[in-house]
């Protein structure tokens, strides 16, 4: 299966749009990890998801940003799907959702404690019977890898991510909210990705087949 990954839109949905029209030929699958609402202009989030579902025409599943409103992502829509705190089975994978973000200095609208992240993940995955062809999906990376680090150096990713991907060792963990840290890793067989902003035009293209997993960087 070949995906589009994105994260950080940012109300830059013409970006998007000509991200996805450049590769929807490709695709199966769009998995975006949160933040689609401008910084001066949270409250748009709900229209903008609405306007995002008119032109998707394969399935996006998504979790809120921490600057997203969470409840803007619960309104049923056609194509895109909150997924944040749920499990969801696609083809030969299974997509685990969890958004907002640990704790910043900044205050934004959905920030969780670490307890609350293994509460979302932990119920999710309850019913996940294999994890060798699971995904994770969240906005906020995970501890100490090379897609959380911020300009001053610091690993901020959330602690627990890590431990669950350390501890149940899905195929894949697709992230953002760490601007700066657009990178592909690895936590042992976990491929970690953070495609950078796509208000910027970052994306990555993610192969995911027999032979295991494949990322692009790419950018417009």
């Not at 933040?35 to 995002?52: F, H, M, N, V, W």
């Amino acid at each position: 299966m070949r995906i589009l990954a994105v994260s950080d839109i940012h109300g830059a949905l013409d970006r998007f749009r000509e991200i996805y029209l450049r590769v929807r030929k490709d695709i199966e699958l769009v998995l975006f990890a949160g933040d689609i609402a401008p910084y001066r202009g949270i409250y748009q989030t709900s229209k903008l998801l609405d306007e995002l579902d008119t032109f998707i025409d394969v399935p996006l599943l998504c979790v809120p940003g921490n600057m997203d409103p969470p409840e803007h992502y619960e309104k049923p829509r056609e194509k895109v799907i909150n997924i944040h705190g749920k499990a969801i089975a696609i083809n030969n994978l299974v997509v685990i959702g969890v958004g907002g973000s640990p704790p910043t200095p900044f205050g934004t609208v959905f920030e969780l404690e670490e307890k609350a992240i293994e509460e979302l993940l932990s119920g999710a995955a309850a019913n996940v019977a294999s994890f060798d062809n699971a995904i994770v999906l969240s906005h906020s990376p995970p501890y100490a890898t090379k897609c959380d680090i911020v300009y001053m150096g610091q690993h901020v990713g959330s602690k627990t991510i890590r431990r669950f991907i350390e501890e149940r060792k899905p195929l894949l963990c697709v992230c953002g909210h760490i601007h700066e840290s657009r990178a592909v890793d690895r936590i042992d067989r976990t491929v970690i990705v953070n495609p950078g902003p796509c208000m910027k035009g970052f994306y990555a293209l993610i192969d995911v087949d027999k032979e295991g997993v494949n990322v692009e960087l790419l950018k417009l």
